[in-house]
């Protein structure tokens, strides 16, 4: 007999059980009359009708849509009485749910039976302590936020997948999202670190090492991802290089040795050489390694952008730090193995100019490495030198994180008159269900704006919920972000507030399903020339209402395509319950990221990037877009070819590949997606039929950053369903 999944109300996964739709019918039909009462055969009948419609969903039903069935076929039967008390009794339950729904929530996470979250961060790993630990205070802090810190209203539209109010587990703590770490300051001015002072550093490796203190700091400060640049370090090799060139000038004249100083130039560089090799070794491997207060390795960006510092030596000096953080990209990290795998962090981001893009371009050996890299260990991802300075006022600098970008903004600049990136931050973000509003519209345009109207209200209220909950934070809280120059250098027991207005942080309107809405709205994909229109003037809406916010409050407000993990599923399940099964619309378990093209529509790779790159101008607060490929490690001129495309056309981009390894036989290649008996979404090994995930390392790009803890079925479907946009030939 074939067993069909339901969900239960605390996430786990169990099979669907007949017997209780009986007994659960059975016990309201005896509270009534019998001259009320319902026959057995029509008991059976109706949980016959609700077994059927399990079995024909096509997705995993939840137990509120179990219930709703029973009730409308109790009706169906004309038992209406029989329905009332059926109803009373589900109303009684709910009340006595809502009264301990945290104790649940943390039993089910400790027990490790709650299916959404334990894969609802493909880098977290929820079995471990530290993480349970974080997940445990996330409940609190949604029950605390959903009960009191929060309006009826923007919690009830977050319940039903009309926006999603991003880190509810981290919001009553006056936490920020991410941000871009002033390194450059805390490494030349020193900083503090668990009341230790940490003084400007003597040489690379030493100032490689602080730089990871800082990052672990930071993360356990934070709930978002940073990034750092290699330029802000590319000032200590320099330092090492006139410490070591002592060091040998002192050893060959102790010895007698000659003191020709092309030779003690050469022994120099190459003593030299081993330092930056060493200095990387230890960002590699203590970000693979260190583990923060929230149970994971700290979600950091790298940034190698060579026209950052000044031309001649330091150049070159930061052209050896990058190739050598991307020869140890590549060659990976050894697992409990000793297999060499990909890591998920650091995330690399290489930009291409001039300089190096090229053929013949002095750097241009630098790109074929960054190719190399790519084609391996699915990292570096690209940024446009070119491109970046149209859409950014002549700036080329990192996102933060996977893909948020700080606005540029006059108000904030440096001594030198440059627009000021590092040390500024992100408050938070709120992301509107664009297809819901298609969907609630029932395809009507002029019903649809109204709708989009309303909704984008409700963000600018659950945004500045966000914005308010910082207000008053003491630098206190954590000081090595907003005392010892990570983002600021205020005082001792100095209030926050005034890098929340200006222009100094910034505040995301998050959007999702650009495709669906554009489907269920013209019937016919974003990319239609008929449909494109429409899909961009909504963005251009959306970027309308941040213009029209941040000019009344003097807050940064910005459109950023949200990189959906767990919530794709959330905002899929929600929109099937409400609308059902449309096709092309809610007929999947998820949705579709911010603008990008449906992962299943045919597109080659070029024409998918510069349609995105369209829609990446609308995106300012945040975007990314990728292409789909093979193993292409045997055609890096492949590579090349896209990374130059990249460069004429579009920001910010990265190729998807894939880097995969089972244990049970070493199996390289592409593990797959396949169905068990029960039609669940499982991995398995084509080589050898391994599906124990524990023997299985895959790693996949899902948000801008690479997961390797796998993820919920209705990302795991997404990734099921990924076209290639290039061949790998």
Partial sequence: MENYKIIKRDGKEVDFAEEKIVAAICKA?????????????????????????????????????????????????????????????????????????????????????????????????????????????GEVSKDLSSRILLPEEIIRAHEEGVIHFHDMDYYAQKEHNCDLINLEDMLTNGTIINGTLIERPHSFSTACNVTTQIVAQVASNQYGGQSFSLAHLAPFVDISRKKIRREVEKERLESGDSMDAAVIDRVTERRLALEVQQGIQIIQYQLNTLMTCNGQSPFVTVFMYLDEVEEGRMRDDLAAIIEETLKQRMQGVKNEKGVWITPAFPKLIYVLDEDNVHEGSKYHELTKLAAKCSAKRLVPDYISAKMMRELKKGNVYTCMGCRSFLTVEESQKNEDGSHKFYGRFNQGVVTINLVDVACASEGDTDRFWEILEERLELCHRALRCRHERLLGTPSDVAPILWQYGALARLKKGEVIDRLLYGGYSTISLGYAGLYEMCVRMTGKSHTDPEAKPFALAVMQKLNDKCAQWKAAENISYSVYGTPMESTTYKFAKCLQRRYGIIPGVTDKNYITNSYHVHVAEKIDAFSKLKFESEFQKLSPGGAISYIEVPNMQQNIAAVLDVMKYIYDNIMYAELNTKSDFCECCSYDGEIKIVKDDAGKLVWECPNCGNRDQSKLFVARRTCGYIGTQFWNQGRTQEIAERVLHLSGE
């Avoid at 039909?29 to 026959?39: A, H, K, L, P, T």
């Avoid at 096509?58 to 076929?73: A, P, S, W, Y």
């Avoid at 749910?97 to 977290?124: C, F, P, W, Y």
């Fill in 29 to 137: 039909n005896r509270e009534v009359g019998d001259i009320y009462q319902m026959s057995e055969c029509q008991v059976q009948a109706i949980a016959k009708s609700v077994k059927d419609q399990v079995s024909e969903s096509l997705h995993t039903v939840n137990v509120e849509e179990i219930q709703d069935m029973v009730e409308k076929g109790i009706m169906q039967m004309r038992g209406y009485e029989v329905a009332q008390k059926y109803v009373r009794y589900r109303y009684t339950r709910e009340l006595a749910r809502k009264a301990n729904s945290t104790d649940n929530g943390i039993l089910a996470l400790l027990e490790r039976i709650n299916e959404e979250v334990k894969q609802e961060n493909s880098n977290k790993n929820p079995v471990i302590n530290s993480t349970q630990r974080d997940y445990m205070a």
